[in-house]
Nanobody, 115 residues
Framework: QVQLVESGGGLVQPGGSLRLSCVAS????????MNWYRQAPGKQRELVAT???????NYADSVKGRFTVSGDNAKNTVYLQMNSLKPEDTAVYYC?????????WGQGIQVTVSS
């Protein structure tokens, strides 16, 4: 099994930036899709961004132009760069790895956007 560990969350003012990291416990050399989800209090979990092992990315309309997802296979890490953050981006963010043989989730990390 592969474990995922997120980091980089915290409290930021509106308009600020954060970079989330998701580190996998073993190599990401196989074909994969890494998703970033978020869940705000009282709301359903929402797919925010996706990156594939081939470098294809996709974003929710709510974050397009502000968030960038990228992967570094050499470091077994996927990043979510979040710029121009808004209070409505406040949520617990989760990374989710899918390959042909497994699907696994990180523990989640809190992002709070507030003045």
């Amino acid at each position: 099994q592969v474990q995922l560990v997120e980091s980089g969350g915290g409290l930021v003012q509106p308009g600020g930036s954060l970079r989330l990291s998701c580190v996998a416990s073993r190599s990401l050399v196989s074909i994969y899709t890494m998703n970033w989800y978020r869940q705000a209090p009282g709301k359903q979990r929402e797919l925010v961004a996706t990156v594939t092992s081939g470098g294809i990315t996709n974003y929710a309309d709510s974050v397009k132009g502000r968030f960038t997802v990228s992967g570094d296979n050499a470091k077994n890490t996927v990043y979510l760069q979040m710029n121009s953050l808004k209070p409505e981006d406040t949520a617990v963010y989760y990374c989710n790895l899918n390959t042909r043989t497994l699907s696994t989730w990180g523990q989640g990390i809190q992002v709070t956007v507030s003045s």
